[in-house]
C-alpha cells in the first residue's frame, strides 16, 4: 500500500515515514500542507495517475493548509474519495469537535501526538484501514 504522510515536523514526518517502510507499505511524504494541495491539482488535472495514496495520515495543523482542508478536498477527487484518511493532533480536542471534523471534512480518525509506540501505532492504523475496507 502506498501511504500519504503528510506532517510539517521532520522528526515525526521521518519517524512515521520509517514506521510505514517497516510495516510493508511505501510512503509519499510531504512536508507541508501547501505541497499535498499542489499535489491534489496534479491529481485531478491528470497529470499523476499512478502511484497514488490507499491510506493518508496527516497532521490537522501544517503550513499552507490544514489537514481537515486536505481531507475535504481528497473526499471530492474520484481517485481517493474512499481512502482511509487519519489526522494527528498535539492539540486536546473534545468528542463534539471531533465529531465535527469527522462529518464535516471526511476523517475517518484522530489520533493524538504524542504518538503511540510502534507496535500500538500499527495495531491502531491497520485497523482503522481494515474497518474502512469492510465498510
Partial sequence: ???LIAEDEADIRNLVGIMCTVWGHTPITFESGQKVWEWLDQVEAGDITTGLPDFALMDIRMPGRRGS???QRMRSIEALKS????????FVLGEEEIEHIKQEYGVDHIINKPL????RLGTVLHDIIKQKQEA
Fill in 116 to 119: 503511540p509506540d510502534f507496535d
Fill in 1 to 3: 500500500m502506498n501511504w
Fill in 69 to 71: 482542508e486536505l481531507s
Fill in 83 to 90: 481512502i482511509p484518511i487519519v489526522l494527528m493532533t498535539a
